[in-house]
């Protein structure tokens, strides 16, 4: 673990795996440090703001002892998702195998969200499974809301329509970002999620 | 209920308050006045509470119609043809016209009671960069003012130099990435003169110069930024994040500003020079 400068109000821990982020994140957020603002988990790091001295912050985390099994700590959603996206024969292919053993795979294990980013409410999701699917050669410029979205080790749901490129396998009609709903945004890190099929639409 | 009206709106009127703050690991922005210190010292003048929400205004133009009474304050960015860094009160009916700022960018338009739009998740403010809270001001809108306040300062005039018109030169403390590059490259960094390009918005300043040459190859994990970060894009040519950045980059951070360099750097003209050291 490394502690990296951010400014005058913030520290970036840096790790090694995106379970130790994990595990870290989950220990972190158990027992914040005092005058802490945000903790912003990533892929290899752990960003934290505070309103308080940088030292104090310092001491603070270097004595967190990260969490065991993280990935089993957060609460469960499912989400019923139709699997009819235009990338779904390209991600096949990548897996070499056939359209429903993705969708198989995809729905037949629990995903975590390890972090979010790119817009408000987009999760980073991982599972225990390996995944890396490459991103799409040229992004599309408009995703829909809704998408359900494979890229590298993440899965991923669009919150709202934005240019993208990652791989669209299917779409939810689930809302994973509403401004009007507290809390807005349904993905939060640690969070648990199991994607169920929904049928074809 | 009290309120007033935008006849016109300048190249970018927004509201702005202190911005969404401790969401950042839902991947909300912060956003909020990019001029801190200005929009703060508005809202004192007219005795507003603290994250009362006010109009910033980039590059003057705004003309608004008082509908009641109203006590307002200018700050920031001087714009010729109003009163500036002190509460006045602007009689119902009357039009308050601000012309293009002498130095400086961004202005702020407080009102005594604050802009009473309805808040998204906790801020009246406006993100361009991720759609929330109000869409930027058009000509037209009614906005209504709040009744909630405290007692007047007891002040007439506060006494603010103008954003500077020249060369801005602002400190920076090494960021989580400083070595991704040279020490060549640092040392162009921390000497050269920059021009503000014309690119630059609420997200960030973006800046023309040498490009700065890195230590390494490949590419860095997205990881979480925050305010004054200075990220260096595959360009070599630094941006600097103000309020509207996003919550995770995947530059690498050369160096961070020092904190009270931000809000000089959220004044910031295209084409004006800047130095880091």
């Known amino acids: 673990m490394r502690i990296l400068p951010s400014g005058d109000h913030a520290l970036l821990v840096e790790l090694d795996t995106l379970d130790q982020v994990l595990g870290y994140y989950t220990a972190l957020t158990a027992s914040p440090p005092a005058d802490v603002i945000d903790i912003v988990p990533a892929a290899r790091t752990v960003m934290v703001t505070t309103s308080g001295g940088l030292d104090a912050l310092s001491r603070a985390l270097r004595a967190v002892t990260p969490a065991d099994g993280a990935h089993a700590v957060g609460d469960l959603i499912e989400l019923p998702v139709t699997y009819d996206g235009e990338d779904l024969e390209d991600v096949a292919l990548v897996l070499d195998c056939s359209v429903s053993e993705v969708v198989q795979r995809h729905t037949g294990e629990e995903w975590t969200v390890a972090f979010c980013g790119f817009s408000p409410g987009f999760g980073y999701l991982t599972s225990s499974a390996t995944w890396d699917i490459p991103r799409r050669q040229s992004p599309r410029t408009k995703v829909p809301t809704g998408a359900v979205a494979l890229a590298g080790e993440f899965s991923g749901v669009y919150p709202r329509e934005s240019p993208g490129g990652w791989q669209l396998i299917g779409r939810t009609d689930v809302k994973i970002f509403d401004q009007e709903r507290d809390p807005a945004a349904l993905f939060h890190p640690g969070r648990r999620v199991r994607f169920v099929d929904a049928g074809r639409g | ?277």
């Open chain 2, 1 to 277: 209920m009290t309120s007033l009206t935008i006849l016109e709106t300048g190249p970018l009127a927004t509201i702005q308050d202190a911005g969404r703050v401790g969401q950042a690991s839902l991947g909300i922005p912060t956003s909020g006045a990019c001029d801190r210190a200005s929009y703060a010292l508005a809202n004192r003048l007219v005795g507003n509470r603290d994250g009362a929400a006010a109009i910033e205004v980039t590059f003057g133009g705004l003309v608004l119609h008082a509908d009641a009474d109203l006590t307002i304050a200018i700050t920031g960015a001087p714009c010729p043809g109003v009163p500036l860094n002190a509460p006045a009160v602007i009689r119902s009916g009357q039009v308050l016209r601000l012309g293009p700022p002498r130095t400086g960018l961004r202005t702020y338009v407080a009102a005594r009671g604050g802009i009473d739009v309805p808040p998204v998740l906790g801020s009246r403010s406006t993100d361009l960069l991720s759609g929330l809270g109000p869409a930027p001001l058009t000509a037209g809108q009614t906005l209504p003012v709040g009744c909630s306040y405290d007692v007047m300062p007891g002040v007439d005039l506060a006494p603010v130099a103008d954003p500077p018109a020249g060369e801005v030169v602002v400190r920076v403390t090494p960021g989580p990435r400083r070595d991704w590059f040279t020490d060549a490259a640092w040392t162009t960094f921390t000497t050269q003169s920059y021009a503000v390009s014309s690119n630059s918005n609420r997200v960030g300043v973006r800046l023309d110069g040498k490009p700065l040459e890195r230590a390494r190859t490949g590419e860095l994990a997205s990881e979480g930024m925050t305010l004054g970060a200075i990220q260096i894009p595959p360009s070599g040519l630094p941006v600097i994040f103000l309020a509207d950045h996003p919550v995770t980059g995947g530059y690498p951070v050369i160096a961070y500003l020092t904190d009270p360099e931000v809000n000089p750097c959220a004044q910031l003209r295209p084409g004006q020079p800047l130095r880091f050291i």
